[in-house]
């Protein structure tokens, strides 16, 4: 499997569900709203028993 981190959520969700790894996500939000988030990333992964655990937060990528 190739490293997750920084993937799209979808992205990693799909890679997972190709080897047959069942995926918890956890939401990271700020204090504050991030303006013009328009998308969710993966900052961790961790191996747990039951799978693989996503840590994924909001992120701006489209900067206009």
Do not use: N, Q
Not at 21 to 26: D, G, R, S, T
Request: proline share 3%; aromatic share 4%.
């Amino acid at each position: 499997m190739r490293d997750l981190l920084g993937l799209p959520l979808d992205e990693a969700l799909r890679e997972l569900e190709a080897e047959g790894i069942a995926a918890k996500v956890v939401e990271y939000k700020a204090k504050r709203e991030l303006e013009g988030a328009d998308d969710w990333r993966v900052l961790r992964a961790k191996k747990t028993p039951e799978g693989m655990e996503l840590v994924v937060s909001a992120f701006c990528t489209v900067i206009s």
